[in-house]
């Protein structure tokens, strides 16, 4: 018997985990419930972070978290729950089913079924973010090896629970050949363990318009935080009803599962709300714990449902549904479906009856890292990078020199373009003369030399190769 921390939340929230939970368990699901109060009360009575230390407890102890819509109060410093959980219980997979239901919900994709699965904690989401210069600011990137294997590893064995026959990996790494390069060479390396699933990489921009125009050429895709959170929502828009949709946040210790909309405060109280959203989070959440049957028995009885047409008001139509009912009365329709099958829409069925089980991240052996050189950006308000680079050319110490200036990536110096519009933020990178191993006293001097020299430096990042090889990028036309 599993033990599991639930939370009704806000608005429409106690109404849909009740019709949820009464699914559930006429379903036959082997689980005990610990209650916690999390949203708007508890931020209401001045926790800024939505949830007691006491509730915190409960979830790490039972692993488990099965969490209804909240509401966060507008202003006032308060802190999206949703993040903190994910961020502070190491949440690194975010899933997300994206399917179809024609001809009962309307889309323009009628044998669309894909599972978007993102990263959850790093890229560009890390918010590291500064000021550097009057024009420019900057955030900071961060891809991690550890990052990379989790999600990927994740998103196959994720394929091969769900029966699913390809994994599609979604980056930037003709541009970003660092960060997306990582991701790319990871999924590459992870892939090859898994030999009887189709594989795949698509540069994200194309990627993204063939989602938008034929999803089903997709089944499970992979991808960074960022490009995740914009296609799960293009995805699971595109199927016709975002409504329908859950999702799951994944770790190594904890999970959550919740619906992707909000909590829907006009219609709270009036028996009106669709469940759907929380019971397919709720779906995953047993597959999940290892209740494949169960779960198979519930999204059976739920697309017999739908195909029946009895269905909210959310989603009822004139012509194609047959039954417009409330929360309750859908509930009682899916629990009289189950042990049925849709006749029209898809069955599901899972591999096995059994919890997933992901390896935890072993760190590497140490790779040969030499420092090679040096980027400063210094704040400089001149427009021509050749009175710079005289600039720099007198600061030059202990064997390194100036090699390229870029303004904004671009390369400026030496051998620029009058065209190139430039900002008041230059990246000045030094290397040594003579092809000798830098050391960090070098790059010390240098700031010295530039502090003498009137050079306001901003930010400074070593250049490393490792094993060998360059681990830095080139600056665009260089």
């Known amino acids: 018997m599993t033990r599991i921390t639930i939370a009704k939340g806000d608005g429409i929230g106690p109404e849909i985990m009740d019709a949820t939970l009464a699914i559930l368990k006429a379903a036959g699901a082997q689980f005990e419930t610990d209650e916690i109060e999390v949203g708007e009360k508890v931020y209401l009575k001045g926790n800024t972070s939505g949830i007691s230390a006491e509730s915190w407890d409960i979830i790490r102890r039972n692993k488990v978290f099965l969490k209804a819509p909240i509401t966060t109060p507008q202003g006032g410093g308060y802190k999206s729950l949703n993040v ?45 973010e500064h000021q550097q210069t009057d024009e420019v600011v900057q955030c900071l990137k961060l891809i991690s090896r550890p990052g990379c294997e989790k999600i990927v590893r994740y998103a196959f064995e994720y394929a091969k629970q769900q029966n699913r026959k390809k994994v599609t990996c979604f980056t930037k790494d003709n541009i970003m050949k660092q960060t997306d390069g990582l991701f790319h060479e990871v999924f590459n390396e992870i892939a090859a363990e898994y030999p009887d699933i189709e594989n795949e990489h698509w540069i994200v921009d194309i990627g993204a318009a063939k989602v938008a125009d034929t999803p089903e050429a997709f089944d499970v895709i992979v991808m960074p935080n960022l490009y995740g959170d914009v296609i799960s929502d293009i995805a699971a828009q595109i199927t016709g009803s975002v409504g329908l949709a859950g999702s799951s946040n994944i770790g190594e210790e904890c999970a959550m599962f ?140 202990n064997g390194l020199a100036l090699s390229m200036i870029t303004n904004r990536g671009i390369k400026v110096y030496p051998h620029g373009f009058s065209e190139t519009f430039c900002t008041d933020h230059w990246r000045c990178r030094f290397k040594p003369t003579n092809g000798r191993e830098v050391r960090p006293q070098d790059i010390i001097d240098l700031m010295q030399s530039a502090a003498n020299g009137g050079i306001e430096v901003v930010k400074t990042e070593n250049l490393y190769a490792f094993n060998g090889k360059d681990a830095f990028s080139l600056g665009q036309g260089q």
């Open 84 to 128: 903190s959980t994910r961020k502070f219980l190491g949440l690194y997979a975010n899933v997300r089913p994206c399917r179809s239901f024609h001809p009962y919900i309307k889309t323009k994709h009628p044998v669309m079924d894909l599972v978007i699965v993102r990263e959850n904690e790093e890229d560009l989401y890390a918010g590291i």
């Open 258 to 397: 919740e619906a992707i909309h909000g909590s829907a405060p006009l219609i709270a109280g009036q028996n009106v709300a669709n469940p759907s959203g929380l019971l397919q989070g709720a779906i995953l959440m047993l597959t999940h714990i290892g209740q494949n049957e169960v779960a198979e028995k519930v999204q059976n009885a739920w697309l017999k449902t739908i195909e029946d047409g009895t269905h909210t008001a959310d989603i009822y139509k004139e012509g194609t549904s047959k039954e417009k009912v409330g929360t309750k009365e859908f509930a009682e329709a899916v629990i009289a479906n189950l042990g049925q099958k849709p006749k029209e829409l898809k069955t599901v069925k899972y591999s096995g009856d059994s919890a997933m089980v992901l390896p935890k991240y072993t760190r590497k052996p140490a790779l040969d890292k030499k420092l090679v050189g040096v980027d400063l950006f210094a704040h400089w308000r001149g427009t021509n990078p050749e009175e710079i680079a005289a600039m720099l050319h007198k600061i030059e110490t």
